[in-house]
């Protein structure tokens, strides 16, 4: 009897293991790389990286993904999802709701984030807007010819950066027109708001802002400037 329970017991941690390996492989992160195709990651599955040149990456809501980068495309991110980090150089990038966002970056293209999400480090585009609605952000925002809007009780705990033109390949002409930065009602920017070139910048009244160097704040106190 004792040699009869010592197989079963055998046979079931064997069988217990077997399928604890099959569970595991089932859900490792996996990597998708593609050149002329969109990438869709769907829910249910883990994903390491998305890279693809010219296509737009989808991502479900929910889903973890390491990193997500494309050349000529959008980068759409559904609510709750878990993304390190997201670059497009010609693309958007959509942020949906209660999203936990690592950084996000763009050449050409808007960052938009709703509600509810965060960014543990920073946003940064050259030629693109930066929208954020009731977000929490640990790092800087950073552009160079781009409009900043900080609305709807959004924190931005860094500093705001807007850089001086270099006259490069990038900027094209877009270096003419002056950004419009606008810190919206009970949004704060808890460090240092610097310019090294002209901008608009309008303030509302019941924001909170560092200090500000290279404009002059506006102040506002209707829904916008």
């Known amino acids: 009897m004792k040699r009869l329970s ?6 079931r941690t064997v069988l217990l293991t077997a399928l604890l390996l099959a569970a595991s492989g089932a859900h490792a992160a996996r990597d998708i790389d593609k050149v002329n195709a969109s990438i869709h990651a769907r829910a249910g599955e883990a994903y ?6 010219n296509g737009d990456i989808t991502i479900d809501g929910g889903v973890v993904v390491h990193s997500a980068d494309t050349v000529n495309g959008a980068i759409r991110i ?3 999802a878990e993304v390190d980090q997201a670059e497009t150089v010609n693309g958007e990038i959509e ?39 009731a977000v929490q ?10 409009d900043i809007s900080v609305l709807d009780g959004s924190v931005v705990a860094g500093r705001i950066l807007v850089e001086k033109p ?4 990038f900027n094209g ?18 460090g240092e708001l610097r310019f090294e070139r002209e901008v608009e910048l309008f303030v509302h009244d019941s924001a909170r802002i ?12 209707g829904n916008a400037p």
């Open 210 to 221: 560092g200090a500000v160097v290279g404009a002059e704040p506006k102040r506002f106190s």
């Open 166 to 169: 270099s006259g490069g390949w």
């Open 173 to 190: 002409n877009s270096n003419r027109r002056v950004p419009k930065i606008v810190i919206g009602a009970h949004s704060e920017v808890r």
């Open 6 to 11: 010592f197989r079963l017991t055998s046979r």
């Open 137 to 146: 952000v640990s790092g800087d925002l950073n552009t160079v010819n781009g």
């Open 48 to 53: 390491d990286s998305l890279d693809t040149v």
């Open 78 to 80: 559904g609510d709750q």
């Open 95 to 133: 942020v949906g709701q209660a999203v936990r966002l690592g950084s996000a970056e763009t050449v050409n293209g808007e960052i938009r984030i709703e509600s509810g999400s965060s960014v543990s480090q920073s946003l940064e585009t050259v030629n693109g807007e930066i929208h954020l609605s």
